[in-house]
């Protein structure tokens, strides 16, 4: 599963501590250890992923690479930021609207080079509960994975569709933060009102009927695309982020990364079913029937993105979460914004 969105959340709290341990950490090997990039090489530090465990089991990597002369030193880890904040990764993801907070922390400058998945955190709640939106759930306890991220996002949704206070520490909800995997069953046994979830933590009680995704199961992507951006494909919960210096330098390494990735998105697009089966623990599922459910769910709700690379549409309509944001109070008016790459530059 794609989880990579569990540890993203906690980047503004946990972030002074990642970068202690990879200060401390020898590096694995000397290119990461050198605190800079070279040529025809990449280093991507990313969290476990289904399309990048497939393009490499099934060889397409390496054959991509032979045939390019460019090589792809790939590490995986929860821990991407405290990685790349240390200078050991030329790429590693992250959420677009969290971009802003990893620059002010790490003090590195950036450069979004792709993107990837799209938010796919729904509101969900058990299916004998009446509510139909946040503005129902008014003063219940709602858990969450994280106090920031998606949680942000949909804190700026709730402002803007039903004027409710909807944030960590305060506000109209008591919001609880919660491991993503415990989510569902915390609904389920009726401890929470309802969860800002990952709909795949929460696939047998969505394919049981015990659960419910509450706004007519539209996901956050959803919600922007009718709310915010009309039919925008996005707020991207990954995108693929460099630094400034490194993708500035070897423009031919950047392009080669994003072919590799072009590649794995329409692999997916090609064998989607197959690489849930294959890889179901990417999915948090193990059962057959729970396999089959998140294999017609994404069927019908796929938040992987069918080009890597954008254009300045596509640039202008995702950089409207920042106003959105501001506007609703959950980013400082005069936060700096980040910067994105099209394919044209």
């Known amino acids: 599963m794609n989880t990579r969105t569990r540890r ?8 002074c501590a990642a ?36 393009i490499t089991d099934e060889g397409i990597l390496a054959e991509m690479e032979e045939d390019s002369g460019m090589r792809v030193i790939a590490s995986s880890t929860w821990d991407e930021f405290g990685v ?13 609207y969290e971009i802003p907070i990893i620059e002010k922390e790490t003090g590195r400058e950036t450069l979004t080079i792709g993107k990837y998945n799209k938010d796919r955190s729904v509101i969900i709640a058990r299916a004998d509960n009446p509510a139909e939106t946040l503005e129902d759930l008014k003063g219940e306890d709602i858990s969450v994975f994280t106090a920031v991220s998606a949680t942000l996002v949909w804190g700026a949704y709730a402002k803007q569709m039903h004027d409710v206070d909807f944030r960590a ?29 990952l709909p795949e933590f929460a696939a047998p009680g969505l394919r049981s009927g015990e659960l419910k995704v ?9 919600l922007y695309a009718e709310q915010v951006v009309e039919g925008h494909e996005g707020p991207m919960i990954n995108v693929f982020l460099a630094g400034e210096e490194w993708a500035n330098e070897y423009p031919e390494e950047v392009e080669f990364f994003l072919d590799v990735w072009q590649r794995g998105l329409e692999e997916w697009s090609a064998n989607q079913e197959k690489i849930i089966e294959t890889y179901p623990q990417h999915f948090a599922v193990e059962k057959p029937e729970d396999v089959a459910f998140v294999q017609q769910y994404i069927a019908e709700h796929d938040w992987f993105v069918d080009d890597i690379r954008f254009d300045d549409s596509w640039v202008e309509g995702e950089s409207q979460i920042f106003d959105l944001l501001k506007s609703t109070g959950f980013m400082d008016e005069g936060q700096a914004l980040p910067d994105f790459r099209t394919a044209s530059k």
């Open 84 to 96: 790349f904040a240390g200078g050991h990764a030329d790429v590693v993801s992250t959420a677009s």
């Open 19 to 54: 970068l202690l341990a990879t200060a401390c950490t020898p590096a694995a090997n000397g290119a990461a250890g050198s605190g800079g990039g070279s040529e025809n090489t990449i280093r991507f530090t990313f969290a476990p992923d289904p399309v990048w465990d497939y």
């Open 169 to 197: 520490g305060g506000g109209d909800y008591n919001l609880v933060v919660a491991d993503a995997q415990n989510q569902a069953d915390l609904v389920e046994r009726g401890e929470v009102a309802a969860c800002v979830c």
């Open 8 to 15: 993203v959340g906690y980047v503004s709290l946990a972030l």
């Open 214 to 222: 509450l706004y007519d199961g539209k996901a956050s992507s959803d």
